[in-house]
């Protein structure tokens, strides 16, 4: 079946505009999770949806940031007003259950000019 | 704070040796162990899970995990040139409901012909 998808693959925007992030998950897996990464630099963990469960939004470095799972399927990264240190590789993962091996997305590269 | 912790390299090792790559963490309470492949511009792969002390093999790779030293360790046998990337060690520490998962820096490795 169909691997996890993001959209879009790259984003440029200006400083402070508000940018929504796609992710689509391996169709059944409970378990989704957003990650963050920069340039040469390892993964961010960000946030962590798990069913119907609150999600773990942990990891979100702002209140800029916030991400909505809806149905259980597709997941939605918003940032506002973002800022150019905003500017990095964003990953979606998706597993069976909670703790399971993560199947990534492609990523979306986003930057803040 | 959760940690997981890894040599940023890069090692380089030559054609046909053997690569070492290590991690270790903080959490006591982690249950499952995973280590991934990155190459440059890609997404995240899994290359192998372990759950339990001692070795696990699969093809040219094992894992070895030693929870009382809280490390963890990747062994790639007869290195290919192919196998030149960033290992990323993962470490999920599960239970009350959350599966967070905490990602390393990670390893580059480089694989010389």
């Known amino acids: 079946g169909a691997g996890v998808s993001q959209s879009p693959s790259n984003k440029v925007t200006e400083k402070g505009k508000d940018v929504e992030l796609r992710c689509d998950p391996i169709s059944g897996h409970t378990a989704l999770y957003w990650y963050r990464q920069s340039l040469g630099q390892g993964l961010e963990f960000l946030i962590y949806f798990q069913g119907n469960s609150a999600p773990d939004k942990s990891g979100l470095p702002s209140d800029r940031f916030s991400a909505e799972r809806t149905g259980g399927s597709v997941s939605t990264l918003t940032i506002q007003r973002t800022q150019q240190e905003d500017s990095a590789v964003y990953l979606c993962a998706s597993s069976g259950a909670g703790g399971d091996t993560q199947y990534f997305g492609p990523g979306t590269r986003l930057t803040v000019l | 704070q959760k940690e997981v912790e890894q040599n940023s390299g890069p090692l380089s090792v030559p054609e046909g040796a053997i690569a070492s790559l290590n991690c270790t963490y903080s959490?006591?309470?982690?249950?499952?162990f995973f280590w991934y492949r990155q190459y440059s511009g890609k997404s995240p792969e899994l290359i192998m899970f372990?759950?339990?002390?001692g070795d696990k093999e699969d093809g040219r790779f094992t894992a070895q995990l030693n929870k009382a030293s809280q490390y963890v360790s990747l062994l790639i046998r007869d290195s290919q040139p192919s196998d030149s990337a960033t290992y990323l060690c993962?470490?999920?520490?599960?239970?009350?409901?959350?599966?967070?998962?905490?990602f390393g820096a990670g390893t580059r490795l480089f694989v010389k012909a």
């Open positions: 993962a470490v999920n520490s599960g239970g009350g409901g959350g599966f967070k998962t905490i």
């Open positions: 959490d006591r309470g982690s249950q499952s």
């Open positions: 372990i759950y339990s002390n």
